[in-house]
């Protein structure tokens, strides 16, 4: 374990669990993270995801394992930790009653902000609430109201920044611009620690995690995850290939064939298997190669932790 003077990572943090009524939420996460960089979980739903972000900015105390965050001890020094990061939940927990200006006032007052007004003007203006900040919070849709979490969550300028599934069930537009702040403050020097469902958003992460049951089946830069699979992916093209399928699936060799829309996506630990599978479906099918995803591995990766 690093010691707590460490400049190499901004969060580091080794063998954390947690558990809920004996039932394991968090099992030994292991990791570091650089400041400056973008680091995303990515699972599904109870994957543990939630967790992990309020037990690395010290909002949950952990069962057990140690760590730190900003140089900070995750379990002697919360306080000063919470002072220094910033948190958006998944859900709306702003005041519903008070209008947009009243709750980022609250938040300005709470964290006792020097020229307070001014930042407010400013964050109004960067998130394009002018014409909503006097609006009954309640009354805004669902991408505003992840507008309005995301300008309360950056008002004290935090070091690490931790958003818990920002753009989930949000207009593309609202997604679009939360994204577009995400990569301008983290040019500026924040970290930030994001949790997400689109494989299109994990794309933009510097390192990221992918958690099923609890636990990390695979983490590092988007092209480490992708190779540590060995996985080589194919495209077939044609007609009728819900019919193919079956077929498909009766190859040994194939660890996945995936229907997509107007092609299918077949993967293999073994490259050689394909000149098979081509010989076979030759003329009827079109069969190219093409680089495998991420959503590739870890529909790959579930499966197997599944069996």
């Given at each position: 374990?690093n010691?707590?003077n ?20 968090v ?40 760590g ?6 995750l379990?002697?020094?919360?306080k000063?930790?919470?002072?220094q990061v ?7 927990s702003?005041?519903k ?7 980022l ?7 006792g ?30 991408g505003?109201?992840q ?20 753009t989930?069930?949000i ?98 630990l ?26 590739d ?11």
């Amino acid at each position: 374990m690093n010691s707590k003077n460490d400049q190499q990572a901004i969060i580091d943090v080794k063998g954390l669990h947690k558990s809920f009524n004996d039932i394991k939420a968090v099992k030994n996460l292991t990791l570091k993270i650089q400041p400056g960089t973008i680091f995303g979980f990515l699972g599904p739903n109870g994957s543990g995801k939630t967790v992990s972000l309020r037990l690395l900015c010290g909002l949950l105390m952990p069962d057990g394992g140690e760590g730190f965050c900003l140089g900070l001890n995750l379990i002697t020094e919360t306080k000063l930790i919470q002072e220094q990061v910033g948190y958006m939940p998944q859900q709306f927990s702003l005041y519903k009653h008070l209008t947009v200006y009243e709750n980022l006032d609250f938040i300005g007052r709470i964290y006792g902000l020097k020229e307070r007004k001014k930042k407010l003007q400013e964050i109004i203006e960067i998130f394009s609430l002018k014409e909503r900040q006097h609006q009954l919070a309640h009354t805004l849709s669902g991408g505003w109201q992840q507008r309005v979490s995301l300008a309360t969550a950056i008002l004290h300028s935090p070091r690490i920044l931790f958003l818990d599934e920002p753009t989930s069930g949000i207009d593309p537009q609202s997604r679009i611009l939360i994204w577009d702040f995400i990569q301008k403050l983290v040019k500026k020097g924040t970290t930030v620690v994001v949790s997400t469902h689109h494989m299109d958003e994990a794309e933009r992460c510097h390192e990221l995690a992918y958690m099923v049951n609890g636990k990390i089946l695979t983490h590092g830069t988007v092209d480490e995850v992708i190779s540590s699979a060995g996985l080589f992916t194919w495209r077939i093209i044609g007609k009728k290939l819900a019919e193919l399928v079956p077929r498909l699936k009766a190859y040994p060799g194939l660890v996945q064939v995936i229907e997509k829309g107007n092609e299918i996506r077949i993967s293999t630990l073994d490259p050689q298997l394909i000149k098979k599978i081509v010989t076979e479906l030759q003329p009827e099918y079109e069969v190219r190669e093409t680089e495998t995803s991420l959503e590739d591995v870890f529909t790959f990766k579930i499966k197997n932790e599944e069996k």
